[in-house]
């Protein structure tokens, strides 16, 4: 989380734990990049859930308590060294800004094309800020990185692929997600935006978070049962996901389906089994 939401939460929600604010632009980021709350007319309502989640996705993002401790401005290692003798105090990772991007067959970002090497690969790591045009027609948010080194064998709907693929990234501090998500939503008026995202609650909460305009998600949902080894674990762990998405009023109708799909098996799908079954997949409006 930047300096500016960061300390925007702080000053509007360190006491108040439930209720409801009008409709702003940071609240709206809030909304979208966090899954903080829900939109009724002009306003958002929280509860103390919505906080809580809050809280627990800056820890993994920033390593900080969001109403306990001041927001740490991180310098890059290369900036510290002109001045420290430890290039690593106070430092933000050497991949914060960058972002993973692939195509299937070439790269075509800021008037260049790019042909790929005819290699197994995860893509290519290229600062966001750099990104100024991307002449793919669409661009598709990918949830679990192992599908990045994989996109030629997705059974795809045609007009996919010639798109540009970009990782969303995770947790961990060198694949954070805030740079994958402001420039996937960077390019939202000029390009058709897909979240390709696990068929579970928690796929579906990022489908409709993330500023999407299409979700990508197999073309039979009833997939979720299919013949499987080991135990279903994954539908009882996504307890406040699927708590969430019940208090969505306005889910897409391919949402609810899907949901209710996994409702009635408690069973779900990730992203590897979709592709290591030759899932066949469809796109789905969330506008």
């Not at 906080?51 to 996705?57: A, F, T, V």
């Not at 972002?99 to 067959?105: E, P, R, W, Y």
């Not at 762990?237 to 019940?246: F, R, Y």
């Amino acid at each position: 989380m930047d300096k500016k939401l960061y300390q925007f939460c702080q000053r509007n929600f360190k006491t108040l734990l439930n209720g409801k604010l009008k409709y702003a632009p940071l609240l709206s980021r809030l909304n979208l990049e966090y899954g903080f709350g829900e939109r009724r007319g002009d306003y958002l309502y929280f509860d103390d859930n919505d906080r809580q989640r809050l809280i627990e996705r800056v820890q993994q993002e920033n390593d900080v308590h969001l109403f306990r401790q001041d927001y740490i401005d991180s310098k890059c290692r290369v900036d510290n060294a002109l001045k420290q003798r430890n290039e690593k105090v106070n430092s933000q990772p050497v991949s914060e800004g960058f972002v993973l991007i692939n195509a299937i067959d070439h790269l075509r970002i800021n008037g260049q094309h790019l042909k790929l090497l005819n290699l197994t690969s995860l893509g290519c790591y290229i600062e966001a800020s750099e990104i100024t045009a991307i002449d793919h027609p669409f661009i598709v948010l990918v949830e679990n990185l192992a599908i990045m080194a994989k996109l030629d064998a997705l059974i795809l709907p045609e007009k996919l692929r010639d798109a540009l693929f970009i990782y969303r990234g995770d947790i961990k501090p060198a694949q954070r997600t805030n740079s994958a998500y402001q420039l996937f939503r960077h390019f939202k008026s000029s390009h058709q935006l897909v979240c390709f995202s696990d068929l579970d609650p928690a796929g579906i909460q990022i489908a409709v978070t993330c500023g999407a305009h299409f979700w990508l998600a197999p073309e039979d949902f009833t997939l979720v049962n299919s013949s499987l080894t080991g135990d279903e674990h994954e539908w009882f762990n996504q307890s406040e996901a699927i708590k969430w998405l019940a208090r969505k009023n306005n889910l897409p109708k391919s949402c609810q389906t899907a949901l209710i799909t996994m409702q009635n098996s408690k069973k779900t799908l990730k992203q590897e089994h979709i592709l290591a079954h030759n899932i066949k997949m469809n796109l789905y409006p969330l506008d």
